[in-house]
């Protein structure tokens, strides 16, 4: 069965700075994973997403992800933070099958401290 | 540019009632989808409809039940709630088909509280 996992509840960083939200895969086949972001009292925002190709996945807001097949890893990174990336981020696996349905990780919330 | 509606945006049950979640997209999607959203669990798919006529059960379909009505609506109903019910929900839709990107388009979500 497909899954992802978040080992952080919680990731801090300072404005500025670069920041990683961690993200592993397990998966039978080819791996389409995605990240959402939600911020306070709204719907999940999708960011990005790999299906095929260029291991370094471009996304909005700055954000990228990068898909590490020997590692099982899909982390989202951003080279510099700002204080209005502080959310609530999700990463997910397509579930197979005859339908768009995705596996959410259990999430990670990012605070960016001034 | 609505895309995904949820209504209500928050409800209060007691033990027992019964209720309806609406959820209706505009965006001419052929799947759509109830998870609900718990803390420390993220989101778990109760039910999913590939297309208009089907439904599937998800990850925690029990104590729930859906209705395709059509193209653009889907609806989650509580037939006797329960305090474990207590939940935020969100209802998704996605293209699915040639033009398919995989991605899911979210609603603003429902919270539900069951005394």
């Known amino acids: 069965a497909q899954s992802v996992a978040q080992p952080e509840d919680q990731v801090n960083v300072a404005e500025g700075n670069p920041l990683t939200v961690k993200c592993t895969y397990s998966?039978?086949?080819?791996?389409?994973l995605f990240w959402y972001v939600q911020y306070p009292n709204r719907g999940l925002q999708f960011l990005l997403k790999?299906?095929?190709?260029?291991?370094l996945v471009k996304g909005s807001y700055g954000f990228e992800a990068e898909f590490n097949k020997s590692q099982t890893s899909f982390h989202l990174k951003k080279p510099s933070a700002l204080v209005s990336d502080s959310a609530l981020y999700f990463c997910a696996v397509r579930a197979g099958g005859n339908t768009d349905k995705l596996i959410f990780g259990t999430g990670t919330r990012l605070q960016v401290f001034p | 540019n609505a895309g995904v509606t949820q209504t209500p945006k928050f409800q209060v049950l007691k033990t027992g009632q019964s209720m309806t979640l609406q959820c209706a997209q505009d965006?001419?999607?052929?799947?759509m989808y109830w998870y609900r959203q718990d803390p420390g669990m993220g989101l778990r798919l109760i039910y999913y409809?590939?297309?208009?006529?089907?439904?599937d059960k998800g990850e925690v379909p029990n104590g729930y039940n859906v209705s395709r009505l059509n193209k653009r609506e889907f609806s989650l109903r509580l037939e006797s709630a329960a305090p474990s019910q207590t939940s935020v929900y969100f209802c998704a839709s996605s293209i699915l088909g040639g033009w398919s990107t995989g991605e899911l388009f979210f609603g603003e979500g429902s919270r539900l509280t069951v005394l």
């Open positions: 965006m001419n999607h052929n799947s």
């Open positions: 790999y299906i095929t190709g260029d291991n």
């Open positions: 998966v039978s086949g080819n791996p389409y």
């Open positions: 409809s590939a297309s208009e006529g089907t439904t």
